[in-house]
């Protein structure tokens, strides 16, 4: 199962080929109204996501399937506390930002499928979101502050692009220097 396991474009100073082909992917939608295959998609991501305590939000082509789907925290956001309920996180399924507010404002990100390095990211700090939750009903949502950028960020994962994309300063161990120089050289 997928599940299991978080795709990464890189793992231990070795790029994983076939793992960064479907990150880089743009994924598909899902058929509204949701057929047997999308549900288990999205129960799927749900329940690898309710399982961890190391992500704001996670992506369904993370974890392995390159579907439109994503689920993030809504409650304790920065905090490495696990979801308790179904009123602490929310799911997305084939989500498009709609609108964007503001100035966008650069902070640290980090990405479960780019480990041990953490990038400054620009990001819209108001954003309106048209899609569908995991029962398949339309949803019209403004996301603003952290929320948002962790919302723009999963919605990246699902254009399959990710936070090197759209960074200005990548930051990394130095003991791995050797390593990353190389794969960010242009």
């Known amino acids: 199962m997928p ?48 399982r961890r305590d190391d992500a704001a939000g996670l992506a369904a082509p993370q974890i ?35 609108q964007v507010r503001g100035d966008r404002e650069t902070m640290r990100e980090g990405c479960l499928s780019c480990p041990d390095i953490s990038v400054e990211v620009p990001r819209y700090p108001s954003i309106k979101v048209k899609a569908y939750d995991r029962n398949g009903n339309k949803i019209n949502k403004r996301y603003s502050g952290f929320l948002a950028r962790v919302v723009q960020h999963e919605v990246d994962h699902l254009e399959g692009k990710l936070i090197i994309d759209r960074g200005t300063t990548i930051y990394y161990p130095q003991e791995k220097e050797l390593f990353f120089e190389s794969l960010f050289k242009k």
């Open 64 to 98: 392995g399937i390159s579907k439109r789907i994503v689920v993030f925290k809504t409650k304790n956001i920065q905090s490495g506390e696990p979801v308790k309920d179904d009123s602490e996180y929310e799911v997305l399924i084939n989500p498009r930002i709609t």
């Open 3 to 50: 599940e299991n396991k978080t795709w990464k474009l890189w793992e231990d100073e070795k790029v994983k080929e076939n793992e960064a082909l479907l990150l880089r992917k743009r994924a598909s939608e899902l058929p509204i109204p949701l057929d047997n295959e999308a549900r288990k998609d999205v129960e799927t991501l749900v329940s690898t996501f309710l």
